[in-house]
């Protein structure tokens, strides 16, 4: 009986010891980076009243989109969840982030009247991505060095066009 109790216990133990081993292996497997690129972007703050890449501050707020007739901030409401002390656009994409987010112009509504008219970003929050590892890799194409997204939206490796820049790791 004695004997019985011990191997049970033993094989227990052994149980407990490949589940840590497997649970370990998985993490850092699965947690790994694909590739740390180097950022093709160059990105700069918004100070106030300044427009870049259709992104406007104005004091502590953000806006997105383009109008004329009247001043964007009068048109349309800022945009939400948006940390405007650490917000960048990056110039030449459509691309921005702060440290909560990496924003790009997923949906855009128009609107056109006599006095006034232009658009505005109805939709803008790209999910899944990390903003602190986020890169602006060109052409459309960013990643935070676990997924590849193509303006704003989370697309497959094989679709990114500039392989050739695979080897420009930082």
């Known amino acids: 009986m ?4 011990y191997s049970h216990l ?6 407990g010891k490949i589940a840590l081993f497997t649970c370990l292996f998985l993490c850092l497997t699965l ?9 093709a972007g160059t990105w700069k703050h ?6 870049i890449e259709g992104y406007t501050r104005v004091g502590d707020k953000i806006y997105g989109g383009h109008y004329y ?5 009068d048109a349309i409401k800022p945009m939400e969840f948006v940390d405007a002390e650490t917000f960048c656009v990056c110039v030449g994409s459509k691309y921005a982030k702060d440290k909560n987010h990496v924003y790009y112009p997923l949906h855009v509504i128009c609107e056109d009247a006599d006095e006034f008219g232009g658009c505005y970003f ?14 602006y890799l060109g052409n459309g194409y960013g990643t935070d060095g676990y997924d590849l997204f193509f303006e704003g939206k989370k697309v497959p490796w094989s679709k990114y066009k500039g392989k050739t820049n695979l080897n420009q790791q930082k």
Request: hydrophobic letters at 30%.
């Open 10 to 15: 033993t094989t227990k133990r052994m149980l």
């Open 122 to 135: 109805a939709e803008f929050i790209v999910s899944g991505v990390r903003p602190s590892d986020f890169r």
């Open 2 to 5: 004695t004997k019985h109790i």
């Open 46 to 51: 918004l100070s106030d009243k300044r427009t």
């Open 31 to 39: 947690c790994r980076k694909h590739i740390d690129f180097k950022d």
């Open 69 to 73: 007739g009247k001043s964007i901030w």
